[in-house]
């Protein structure tokens, strides 16, 4: 890897081989029954926008996950079929096929099987996989497709199958960090100062928000928000110690994925960091230990945000490939 290497002072720390190379994509895991292939990757994007896939035909998987706003929906929560209000923010799907479980909670442990929780939950598609195959059955495309990619299994496969397949292709490691990373681009001073802060141990940022994707996929209380009708991986673990713990989101295309936190209770990137500086804004017992005020300045507060939008990548949102 080729790293830029410059007299800017707060640069030096970082543009190291070490540092660059927690960031080197690692390889994706993917089933042995679900090799990528075009095919399967082409089938996956046309179910993946096809409202078919919801009871009443008004919405598919598109409708709360848009390319422009790295897959999410811009909702605090997004509208079902039969206009149903949903229960949780709609996370981004980028860098998805890198995740070791799915849902906020983790409650589901591959992608394939991930698909089904839309399909099934009451404010979202309100549906059922094989009523799906049975409509899909009367399109002479999808029947096609189906048998051209997944020839030994039933057709109601091929509609999670392919969906997890085309998941797996929202890859984005093109922002400019990952730019600058690899000498091809600069961060300006503010950002570069951003970026000390958020590596640094005076905000301990890069402990949950570390690696690759900008997590480290544990669960965590940050205390930002009231636990009111969502319990987080309580409701799969039944723990006392898992109240209002959710899985730690990747910051990749942060700046593009408002409203925030698991209900989209924060409006603003500022305002999220402003619930960091403080120690969260509603303290709880099964609040992360690491979560604590601060203190940092209005000027700090706006060095991380000015670091933190340095990792959209424009490259992933316009990527025609993932558009429809």
């Known amino acids: ?31 042995a029954n679900n090799l990528l292939t075009d095919d399967r990757i082409e089938l996956g994007k046309y179910l993946f926008y096809n409202p078919a896939m919801s009871k009443d035909s008004s919405i598919s998987c598109s409708s709360c996950h848009l390319p422009e706003h790295a897959f999410t929906d811009q909702r605090m929560f997004s509208i079902g079929s039969d206009k149903q209000l949903g229960t949780s923010n709609s996370p981004s799907l980028a860098n998805i096929g890198y995740h070791p479980y799915f849902t906020r909670a983790g409650g589901v442990n591959s992608l394939e099987i991930q698909v089904l929780v839309p399909i099934q939950e009451h404010n979202e598609f ?10 899909l059955k009367q399109d002479s495309y999808f029947v096609h497709m189906a048998k051209k990619t997944y020839p030994d299994n039933e057709p109601y496969f091929a509609i999670t199958a392919s969906i997890a397949s085309f998941e797996r292709t929202l890859v984005s490691n093109q922002s400019r960090f990952d730019y600058y990373l690899n000498g091809l681009g600069t961060l300006n001073d503010q950002e570069r100062l951003g970026m000390e802060l958020f590596f640094s141990a005076k905000t301990n940022c890069s402990h ?44 990749r295309n942060v ?38 005020e601060l203190q940092l300045s209005d000027k700090e507060l706006a060095q991380l945000e000015a670091f933190l939008n340095t990792l959209t990548d424009y490259n992933f949102i316009q990527n025609p490939k993932f558009k429809h």
């Open 1 to 31: 890897m080729t790293l830029l290497i410059g007299c800017q002072r707060d640069a030096k720390p970082f543009l190291t081989n070490d540092f660059a190379n927690q960031f080197t994509i690692p390889k994706m895991q993917v089933p």
């Open 126 to 135: 309100n549906f059922n996989l094989l009523k799906i195959e049975s409509r």
């Open 208 to 251: 949950c928000h570390g690696g690759f994707n900008f997590t480290d996929y544990s669960f965590s209380n940050n205390g930002a928000v009231t636990i009111k009708n969502d319990s987080g991986r309580y409701r799969i673990t039944h723990l006392t110690s898992d109240i209002g713990q959710f899985k730690v989101p990747s910051l």
């Open 255 to 292: 700046a593009l994925t408002a409203p925030y936190m698991h209900d989209g209770s924060i409006g603003s990137l500022k305002e999220v960091l402003v619930s960091y500086n403080k120690g969260g804004n509603n303290k709880a017992y099964t609040q992360n230990h690491l979560i604590k």
